[in-house]
């Protein structure tokens, strides 16, 4: 029997290519989980000149800026950081939604793995406890699971 698992914290990812997709709409929220990102990537030993980061409007734009990362062939993995609060909106589930759908279809039609942080929540208290400096930041979360994953796939198609 052959597992494939790993700890990315462990595993060398000098040379990762990661790109970032941010949404302006609730930026305060984005940007500390964007601050998560960076945390868990460090962790993992990314270098910071291989990451780039795109800001788009809203959550709703998300899932086009990720596909034209993702088919652009300059990255091994994206991550996705937006934040939808259901008091702020009407519109709540055509803009979560779509997006959540959207990215998820990127990462199967591309195969590229994408970390997921677009927040949805009741209120605003949710979303900041969701993207603190400590423990349980989703940004932090997604960087260092979209690395796992990468990993995973990797050894899939070429075990050692
Ligand atoms: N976009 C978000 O990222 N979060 C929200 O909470 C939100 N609300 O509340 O409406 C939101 N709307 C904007 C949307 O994502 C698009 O940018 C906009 O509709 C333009 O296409």
Redesign the pocket.
């Known amino acids: 029997m052959t597992t494939f698992s790993f700890d990315a914290t462990k595993t060398d990812n000098s040379a990762m290519r990661v790109g970032i997709v941010c949404?302006?709409?609730?930026e305060f929220i984005v940007q500390a989980l964007l601050d998560g990102a960076h945390r868990g990537l460090t962790k993992c030993g990314v270098d910071t000149k291989n990451v780039d980061v795109a800001w788009?409007?809203?959550?709703?734009?998300i899932p086009l800026a990720a596909r034209t990362m993702a088919t652009s062939g300059r990255y091994e993995i994206l991550i996705t950081l937006?934040?939808?609060?259901r008091g702020?909106?009407a519109?709540?589930e055509y803009?979560a939604g779509p997006?959540a759908d959207g990215v998820a279809r990127v990462q199967q039609d591309t195969g590229l793995p994408i970390g997921f942080a677009?927040l949805t929540t009741e209120n605003i208290a949710q979303a900041t406890e969701r993207s603190g400096p400590g423990a349980g930041n989703k940004g932090e979360e997604a960087a260092i699971g979209a690395i796992e994953t990468w990993h995973v796939l990797q050894a899939i198609r070429a075990p050692k």
């Open positions: 949404s302006r709409f609730n788009v409007p809203g959550a709703y734009e937006g934040a939808v609060i702020d909106t519109h709540f803009v997006c677009v």
